[in-house]
């Protein structure tokens, strides 16, 4: 059994679409041109827009490196961003803000990761950008992407079968893998946690001169590729440091894909809860709570605390009866003696002596008349496995009620 994927759906094509736009006019041949001018003295090579950054000749030529060159300038990037911000609907920008980077908001559940994929391979084809660096703030989404890959890797091999795709996930272990990524030809995709970039350069390893790598740095064959940086949640690396260690790549340009921007830059796109759910791409979050109640219900008596101030005091979960007849889980506070039927607010599930006998402290205890000593954090009455059973048994009712 196998996921399939539909490329037709109309709203990830108006996101990869809107952030090809953006490099409008640059021209397929590109890395050619800027190979040549490699070729030229350094006193020959023109000032082009994207020669300012130290790193963009240096150390190119000695790994051997093939990267992203873009030769659009500043102006023509902004008209660029500015006519898709009209036809999304944006604020237009008045210019970039810190620099060229990209915001696209994508609601959770909406094919964010399938999104950004497949954009990679759209400017591929169009401008040959072969090297992507997917920045997360987690080793747990760093896999996720991993798996995300090996799932669709089959699907974009029949999209673009022209188009040659390699991964890579990076390891400070295995630093030296860094010189693929930095000489292949192919397009390239490198998954890295935003731990393995940030920090103090004496122990990170990809600040570190490795013999393997001709006494280079990991992150120099990295800067000589220009990467164009795909963040994935990016509101998790936003604090000063993460962000200069996002400028240590020398990217290119920053595509940072989220539902939740803490920081608003250039936006290119939005699609919010509430035009997802009006497209029907995401379900309302319904909440619903499972109680076990009738005569076959056990009572229902949890310990949550107890303590002496400056009497004997136990808190104890109840399901306790609610004014208009209804039952729900309540927090009481209880002494020495208590009547647990009084306590619930007449739940007959608690009639027949259910009463505190003893409250203790060490170790921190209750005595129930009708069922012996309970700990703080144990729960008596409650059958978890029937309340799952029919916690998903609701869910399913109610998915396939929506569904009709």
């Known amino acids: 059994m196998k996921f399939q994927f539909d490329s037709r759906q109309p709203y990830q094509t108006s996101v990869i679409e809107s952030v ?52 659009l300038d500043e102006k023509t990037i902004l008209e660029n961003l500015q006519r898709v911000q009209d036809k999304n609907g944006l604020e237009i920008s008045d210019g970039l803000v810190d620099g060229f980077q990209l915001d696209i908001e994508m609601e959770t559940g909406t094919g964010k990761t399938y999104v950004y994929l497949r954009t990679a391979f759209e400017l591929s084809m169009k401008y040959k950008f072969n090297k992507y660096i997917i920045l997360v703030p987690s080793a747990a989404i760093r896999e996720g992407v991993k798996t995300s890959i090996q799932l669709m890797r089959e699907h974009f091999r029949h999209l673009y079968p022209q188009i040659n795709m390699d991964y890579a996930v990076y390891s400070g272990d295995r630093a030296e893998d860094v010189r693929d990524f930095a000489t292949g ?144 889980k309540k927090k009481v506070s209880a002494t020495q003696g208590a009547d647990l039927e009084r306590l619930s607010g007449g739940n007959p599930a608690y009639d027949g002596n259910w009463r505190i006998s003893e409250i203790s402290i060490e170790p921190e205890q209750i005595e129930l008349t009708n069922y012996g000593y309970l700990r703080v954090g144990e729960a008596n009455g409650e059958d978890q496995d029937a309340v799952f059973r029919e916690m998903i048994r609701e869910t399913l009712r109610e998915h396939i009620r929506k569904e009709k």
């Open 185 to 328: 030809t192919s397009l390239q995709f490198l998954v890295m946690t935003i731990d393995s970039i940030r920090g103090d350069k004496n122990t990170r390893i990809i600040h570190q001169q490795r013999d393997r790598l001709s006494g280079l740095h990991p992150l120099d064959y990295l800067q000589a590729t220009r990467p164009i940086v795909i963040m994935d949640e990016p509101q998790n690396m936003e604090s000063m440091l993460a962000q200069s260690a996002v400028a240590d790549l020398h990217p290119m340009c920053t595509l940072r894909y989220s539902a939740t921007h803490r920081t608003t830059r250039n936006a290119v796109y939005r699609l919010d809860p509430i035009d997802a759910h009006r497209l029907e791409l995401i379900k309302k979050i319904v909440v619903s709570d499972a109680l076990e109640l009738g005569n076959t219900a056990k009572p229902y008596v949890k310990l949550l605390e107890v303590k002496r101030d400056p009497s004997f005091k136990a808190s104890l979960e109840l399901i306790c009866r609610k004014k208009d007849g209804n039952y729900a």
């Open 20 to 71: 090809t736009d953006i490099f409008d006019g640059q021209p397929a041949d590109a890395d050619q041109l800027l190979t040549n001018l490699q070729r030229l003295p350094p006193q020959q090579r023109p000032n082009l827009p994207d020669s300012g950054r130290q790193g963009t000749f240096n150390n190119v030529e000695e790994i051997g490196a093939y990267g992203n060159n873009l030769v």
